[in-house]
């Protein structure tokens, strides 16, 4: 059964049209959203049919086999015409004029939808979910595979439809859907840093480092008198690069304890270990050392309290 000549058949909408983009009607607004111009014909024909409400079209390119989905703005276009946004026409791969099949549908409203940047861009916008959702309100159903355009302080940013839920057509009026972002698709993972050879070099040479540091060695230092008066003896000074020598005599000396000779007490005391308790054998096995005599010190008189001149108040 047809309508009018138009090729409209039983209880349901379907046509096909010549499309245009909608620079050719003077209508820029269209551009944001996802609605077409339609002739007023297919509004006489949609009046007398029982569709659902608001009223939502399918759209298909036979050629490329390409679907989308839309609204409907106002019944003003000629004849056999329709006029829909520019990014949907390359949605469809649609060139100016070619013929684009048209058919009333009915979608489930939308409970999820995943999006995916085209750059990153986008989500250097100082509320990107509030643009969007402003965006988004003049649009009435979104398909999985299409690109939508939002557009945003004098620039155009191209978001993908990557997954809808409960289908791959949903309508998004008057409706809680939760949305979800993807990365962007230029975006790139910061790349782990890869040990290297070069890496480990230097560090085994603080390594070796470490261990040249000299360790702490005892009773390296000078003695000194609690008297005041000069040693007898200048212990010679113990390097750092002796004291492996110096513990490994130590070690053979404690395991030959038992021997005590005397030999052994003075070369362990020549080279500047304190022996505790050998004084005794010091004073008579070691021979003490000429002293320089030093030259006495003038003695300088000492401060005397009331050793002045006295004088009266009288004069």
Not at 6 to 13: A, K, M, R
Not at 70 to 75: I, P, S
Not at 91 to 115: H, S
Not at 246 to 256: E, G, P, W
């Amino acid at each position: 059964m047809f309508f009018d000549g138009y090729g409209y058949h039983g209880t349901s909408f379907e046509q096909t049209y010549r499309c245009y983009p909608a620079s050719f009607i003077d209508k820029p607004h269209l551009e944001n959203g996802d609605k077409i111009i339609m002739p007023p014909s297919a509004l006489d024909r949609l009046a007398s049919l029982h569709i659902d409400y608001p009223m939502l079209f399918e759209l298909s390119n036979a050629a490329t086999e390409r679907v989308s989905h839309c609204g409907v703005l106002e019944f003003i276009a000629e004849e056999g015409m329709i006029y829909m946004p520019y990014w949907m026409m390359e949605n469809l791969l649609l060139q100016e004029g070619d013929i684009v099949r048209v058919k009333n549908v009915t979608l489930p409203k939308g409970k999820y939808v995943k999006l995916q940047p085209h750059t990153k861009d986008f989500l250097d916008i100082s509320n990107p979910k509030a643009i969007l959702e402003t965006t988004l309100r003049n649009f009435s159903c979104l398909t999985t595979g299409d690109s939508i355009m939002v557009a945003y302080n004098n620039k155009k940013y191209y978001i993908d439809i990557i997954e809808s839920k409960p289908s791959n057509a949903i309508s998004i009026i008057e409706t809680d859907c939760e949305v979800d972002f993807a990365p962007p698709l230029d975006y790139k993972e910061p790349e782990r840093p890869v040990s290297s050879l070069k890496n480990k070099a230097p560090a085994e040479g603080l390594e070796a480092e470490a261990e040249a540091e000299p360790k702490f060695n005892p009773f390296t230092g000078a003695g000194r008198r609690l008297d005041g008066k000069p040693l007898k003896y200048d212990p010679p000074p113990v390097s750092s690069s002796s004291s492996k020598d110096i513990r490994a005599d130590v070690a053979n000396n404690t395991a030959k304890s038992s021997a005590g000779s005397s030999s052994q007490n003075t070369s362990r005391q020549s080279q500047g270990k304190l022996v505790f308790g050998s004084n005794a054998n010091r004073n008579q096995e070691t021979p003490k050392e000429p002293t320089k005599k030093e030259p006495e010190k003038k003695e300088e008189p000492k401060f005397q309290a009331f050793t002045g001149k006295k004088y009266s108040l009288r004069g």
